[in-house]
């Protein structure tokens, strides 16, 4: 089942047909180079230059108007100024062409009448149904059926092997690059495209397309912000349920590089850390560093991702066994001792070797290609690993042998097509070809490939991962939040209605209403000053804690009220609050947050040192399900506080869940009229959770 | 100064004479390639075969002993069957010979008897002098002398780059995988020597010999383990003091990798975390990984190292300054707005360019390359930045391009010798060669880069750093540990008469004494039994806390003391300590063990979750100064909470500062006698810090 995205979008990433709008006969040109290219590297459809002159440009019959062609056209790539642009796109449209990419820059990036002519394209394209890219893009190509809508000149340099992974990019120039480099690393490339200013198409569409592209298995993107942030979570969800790899570089995370971020798209960027956290919610891998896109996208387009974290390692050097069991540990990874009867095989063939596991079979394994094949056969089969590392240092510089081990590499994983074998061993740049055909992974550093498995075993366990339970219906008690300002009382009783234990309170205003309160509540009790003009309660005297009996609650009462009248003459004041003093379990924080791309999210940390000196929390964009509650309190690096510590009991982690959830729902349906949500302290309890304190900030306007 | 170690290790690595002790005609035995490729590749000296055949090896007069030679001797090579091996040595060390390369295997990696021999070997050096490498090691290479003691058929594909950096290993496969990096990566060698079984010279020998040696300027290693701990730490601290850069992977950090390592050279490895900490100390950089292990290195070898934190950024691609930025955040460096006056010169340069830094050239910049000049001048004259970053994304694939960017490269190096400028481009092979040999700091990946402009800058900071201060004398009133158990009274007595802040406390033997030590100490007490066989006191009705008044310490002794009796009849007990009963502060943990290689070493955490959950602590190799304790508080996570938090005063640094230095002293004064100690918890406080418990653990034996 495939999305009106998918099929709209699919003339963009397959033409069948292309105009080249400004065409040129100059092959320097931006509206030359595309015609070049693709009449050098041979694509089948047919190509038709637009220029306002007619004639001939080399040497195809060029139309002074894409009207005139009087042929369906796929895709349209626009290469005139600015000024022009939103008549060629008008045109096109009218001309039924399918999409345009728009090289054109001059638009949202440059000023405000820039920004108008944007706007005016987005309007065609909702108006029209022609899909748009860019504009301020750098285009986009098709490996396969060479379709070349850029006019970046990296194919004067080589063509990418055509493969699986699907590029994406925000930027033209970081697009660009990312393209090379796969060709320099000899990855296979579905399709590419860059969206610059996002009039219409956004990193979004084009990923969902991807997801959907039975052509793509890998989903390799760079984004600096995100306009549609529903359709980025569906297209990372509907890659994970594909098994297809996400893989995104994702920048701004520092604030020089928000601000950098911001002034170079003009895109809205977000919290970076809840992007982060929505990759991790859907199974996207964010990277870091463009080597770190390519590595692990590289790894990924094999299509071997292990079924479990059991690492087992085959080596001809007892160091590099080393090192690759603390880059397992690192990575999540067990490097188990081998089974005995496969240990007692591994000794009889090998007698000097090491077999626990790491296997070390020293140098002498090169001796005999029949031994090394037994050796990862015997791994692979009875070794009860789920991956298999083979470290042969630099032996690939030695061509006999090499030739040998190529062939050990082949025969084992055609006898063994699922298993994840990945051989790190230093190549030639003609073995390194030759390897990269057989889709053998191959990664030099024995390090980063014990990193990479552990990466594909993540993979593994996120596509293995049922759909998300659907976020809880609140119950019936539960209201929508008043636009105005709510005091500690009317918040708390807000979020008590929608299911969301907090602490039962009541507003007084005398000193006899107060002993009443406390009676009803029963034992020790809290009072403290309400007012919305008193904001530090505890430094004006407005706070006391452990009141007991009804004079001293009397007392306490008429004391605040005095302190807080001495203090601000002038404040409103609502009355004073009366709580039960609670105390035990675990104190953590749950509170909602409106991000600027996401909408609301919700937060969640241990309290005090956990928030507020270690930043320990996690986030996740409402609403959602228990499940993934309980995901997000498994998050924290204070995990093992709420499993409880010490002998003390654990917390109820189900309550906590499902207060969470209850929460992302309520942010969800309040989000018109509630900015941010804070629970602080909420006491996670063995027998349950109780928050202490509400606030309610709704949202401004 | 250079060391005695210095002077003997010369002739190892600059050998102006060789005798190979099992030479052979066949140039693929270990006793044949060693000479075939010093006659390849031209070593100058004389070359002296030595086989009991005598005649003629590869052209070469033989000798069938090495004392018939009659010459001097720097460097013999052995390559004889084990057996042979320790008369061979000896009659080496009767001839003279300096230094001897022992690359037979059989010895303590294999048996017991092998293990003796290898003892012999060590016995050898000890009694004549003379130097001994491995056994069962790959041997050494110097690059410039091209003195070959080795029999790695690596030479075959190409010899290294001469250089300043000395690689040393004790794996013989890691070792020689890592020259092959080394040169495939174009690095410049200076020597290498593998280690082996270190029967007599080890790593930390090479270590202080390449601090010392006027050549080396990068010190680049991969350890398993340590024999000699304080030549280790004197080698990194003559390194720092010299401005050399220490790159060191240790393995065996993971228990699975720990494990292997211990089978692999059946060397003591000791607590990963403290090797860690050693590191740290003393700036040397630890990689986890090959690749990092070469990349750090090459950075280090141009030996420009900038001098602060601030990082200018020039780029092509406005992506790529984000991805810079973000990078550098992660780094600890600053990428700061540029001065006014920078950013009105480039804004007249360039109109379409960002200024602020990260400086976006957009591609225009390549179309005048006196403006890409003028803008890394600007940068490095008046950017007020310590380092440039200047990312060029592809265009070094384009050979006229790339052409005018190296002249604009090698140019402004010239002019400007000291500065840190790391250039960030794709390039062919050729060209990388020209930029490597002009040492222009090359780094593909922007991220990277940045990542190596951090280290440079760690480096930097490490070296300017003063001398350590010398460990504080210990009070007068100090005494040594005496050999057997200690009472918590008499633990908290011997180290508070050592100058460490422990609570009073007193050890009373009926209820008139403990009303008597109450009344003595004042305020509310805390009681405790006390005795060697009772381990959790609380939990047998053991300890009372907050007891005030004489008949409740009367009543809490006596109660004590019955649940003790009732609770373990046969248990001796010491008596009931009494200790005034202290709150406040941060609850901090210092402790002190003996590690295997290490010997004492002290340990700092703050007390509750930050030990217990978040494992937060952080190690020194005792003895040392005040100014080492006051890094060791600042390394912890938790940090911030002995700054104070929520508005609380901060606690007193220095009285704990100082309290850890006297704990190393006393901890390596006692060393013979003490295993560990713990004192759970102190309480830092605004006024100073005390020990609330004590423990003292003599050393078994």
Not at 55 to 79: F, M, T
Not at 253 to 265: D, M, N, R
Not at 290 to 316: D, F, I, N, Q, W
Not at 376 to 383: K, P, S
Request: charged fraction near 20%; include cysteine; charge should be negative.
């Amino acid at each position: 089942m495939s999305s009106s995205s998918y099929e709209t979008l699919k003339p963009l990433f397959d033409p069948a047909s292309m105009a080249i709008v400004g065409a040129s006969d100059d092959i320097y040109k931006f509206g030359g180079r595309p015609i070049y290219y693709m009449k050098q590297s041979g694509y089948q459809g047919p190509i038709y230059p637009i220029n306002p002159k007619g004639g001939e440009i080399q040497g195809l019959q060029a139309y002074a108007d894409v009207r005139e062609v009087g042929a369906p056209i796929d895709l349209a790539i626009v290469s005139v100024p600015a000024k022009f642009v939103v008549d060629q796109i008008a045109a096109c449209a009218e001309a039924g062409v399918k999409g345009a990419v728009i090289f054109s820059s001059g638009f949202a990036e440059m000023d405000e009448a820039g920004e108008a002519a944007q706007r005016r394209l987005s309007e065609i394209a909702a108006e029209t149904g022609i899909r748009l890219v860019g504009p301020n893009c750098m285009g986009m190509l098709n490996v396969k059926d060479r379709a070349i809508g850029t006019f970046s000149s990296m194919f004067d340099h080589g063509w990418p092997r055509e493969g699986n992974i699907t590029i994406m990019s925000q930027s033209g120039a970081v697009g660009s690059h990312t393209l090379v480099l796969a060709r320099e690393r000899g990855l296979g490339v579905r399709g590419w495209m860059t969206t610059g200013n996002e009039c219409d198409v956004d990193v979004a569409d084009c990923m969902l397309f991807a997801a959907e592209d039975p052509q793509t298995e890998v989903l390799t993107i760079y984004m600096e912000g995100c306009q549609n942030p529903d359709r980025l979570i569906q297209a990372l969800e509907t890659a994970r349920r594909a098994g297809k790899a996400v893989v995104v570089l994702k920048v701004g995370a520092s604030e020089v590089g928000a601000v950098a971020a911001s002034s170079h798209t003009a895109s809205l960027a977000g919290a970076d850390a809840i992007f982060d956290s929505v990759y991790r919610q859907y199974g996207a891998y964010r990277v870091h560093s463009l080597a770190e896109l390519l590595e692990v996208s590289a790894a990924c387009s094999t299509g071997r991702y292990p079924k479990g974290r059991r690492l087992g390692v085959v080596t001809l050097s007892g160091g590099a066994g080393v090192m690759a069991s603390d880059a397992a540990e690192v990575a999540g990874l067990d490097v188990p001792p081998l089974p005995q009867a496969a240990q007692d095989e591994l000794k009889a063939l090998m007698p000097f070797a090491a077999v626990r596991n790491p296997v070390d079979t020293t140098a002498q394994a090169l001796n005999d290609m029949g031994l090394l094949r037994r050796n990862l056969e015997v791994m692979l089969e009875t070794g009860g690993v789920d991956s298999t590392l083979l470290f042969l240092s630099s032996v690939g510089y030695n061509e006999r042998l090499m030739a040998q081990i190529r062939e050990v590499l082949f025969g084992t994983l055609d006898q063994h097509a699922d298993a994840l074998l990945v051989a790190s061993v230093m190549v030639q740049a003609e073995d390194k070809a030759l390897l990269e055909e057989r889709e053998v992974i191959h990664i030099e550093d024995p390090s980063k490939a014990v990193e990479m498995i552990g990466v594909l075993a993540d993979f593994h366990e996120s596509f293995a991962r049922p759909v998300a339970e659907a976020p809880p219906a609140l119950p019936a008690s539960a209201r929508p939040a008043p636009g105005g300002i709510l005091n500690e009382v009317e918040a708390a009783a807000l979020l008590r209605d929608a299911g969301i234990p907090v602490a039962e309170s009541r507003l007084v205003r005398s000193a006899g209403d107060a002993v009443a309160a406390a009676a009803e509540l029963g034992g020790r009790v809290v009072l403290k000053i309400v007012s919305p003009d008193i904001q530090h309660k505890s430094e004006v005297g407005g706070v006391r804690v452990g009141i007991e009996g009804a004079d001293a609650v009397a007392q306490a009462h008429d004391e605040i009220l005095a302190a807080a009248r001495a203090h601000a003459p002038a404040a409103a004041i609502d009355g004073v609050m009366v709580a039960p003093m609670l105390s035990g379990g675990v104190e953590c924080i749950l509170g909602t947050s409106t991000d600027p791309v996401f909408g609301p999210v919700v937060a969640f940390g241990l309290g005090g040192i956990f928030v507020e000196v270690l930043r320990d929390v996690t986030f996740r964009v409402a609403p959602f399900g228990i499940d993934e509650g309980r995901r997000m309190i498994r998050e924290v690096q204070g995990y093992a506080m709420l499993e409880g510590v010490r002998g003390q009991a654990g917390a109820d982690l189900e309550a906590l869940a499902e207060a969470l959830a209850r929460l992302s729902v309520f942010a969800a349906e309040n989000r018109a009229t509630v900015e941010s949500i804070d629970l602080n302290p909420v006491l996670a309890r063995p027998d349950g959770i109780v928050a202490l304190d509400a606030l309610v900030v709704p949202r401004a306007g």
